[in-house]
């Protein structure tokens, strides 16, 4: 069997559903995922919902993961300006890694240069730093090369199966989405 590690990206004011509904959706298909907080462990996201991470991203080294995840909020504004988040996505990239981002994200990944050209999706009103990205927001999650991106806390199921079906492929995507009793509406 394959050993996949992620590392999600915790922040303080994050969409909790977008973490954890991904983390959980994730770890349901054995993918392993390591909670990576920015600053403390202990994150308190946008809906006063506290949780903690298992450590600090100045603790981890990018080689002893296949990817990175972003969710997204309000705080996404306040990421932009920090460019230790912005080096470390670049770094992930550079070590040809996957890179997913939802909702806000996106943004971070305009801000590292690392979407120009590619097919992505983001939250509406979110499209800074995305001039140069071939934007789509018709679809809730799309894969281009090793970026995938979802729009929103309402298209997180869809952004996780996504992650799902490109290290685990469309049979396992399917079978998480019958075992969850995953239904378009």
């Known amino acids: 069997m394959i050993m996949i590690k992620l590392a999600i990206l915790l922040h303080d004011g994050l969409e909790e559903t977008e973490a954890i509904a991904t983390i959980d959706i994730l ?10 907080a920015v600053h403390d462990l202990l994150i308190k996201g946008s809906h006063q919902i506290n949780f903690m991470a ?3 991203f100045d603790q981890i080294q990018i080689d002893d993961y296949d990817g990175l995840i ?8 306040h990421l932009l300006t920090k460019i230790n988040i912005i ?4 770094a992930f990239y550079q070590k040809d890694k996957v890179i997913a981002a939802i909702c806000a994200a996106p943004q971070l990944l305009g801000k590292a240069g ?21 934007i789509d927001l018709t679809r809730p999650a799309i894969t281009d090369g090793k970026i995938i991106t979802g729009q929103s806390i309402g298209t997180v199921i869809p952004f996780a199966l996504e992650i799902v079906k490109y ?3 469309e049979t396992a995507k ?5 075992e969850m009793v995953v239904k378009s509406s």
């Open 174 to 178: 399917k079978q998480l989405e019958s």
């Open 54 to 56: 298992e450590k600090t």
């Open 70 to 77: 972003i969710p997204g909020g309000g705080v996404v504004e």
């Open 87 to 90: 080096d470390l996505i670049k």
């Open 167 to 169: 290290f685990l492929g």
């Open 114 to 134: 690392i979407v120009d050209h590619k097919k992505i999706t983001h939250f509406p009103t979110c499209d800074k730093f995305l001039d140069h990205a071939k």
């Open 27 to 36: 770890r349901r298909a054995k993918i392993t995922v390591e909670m990576v």
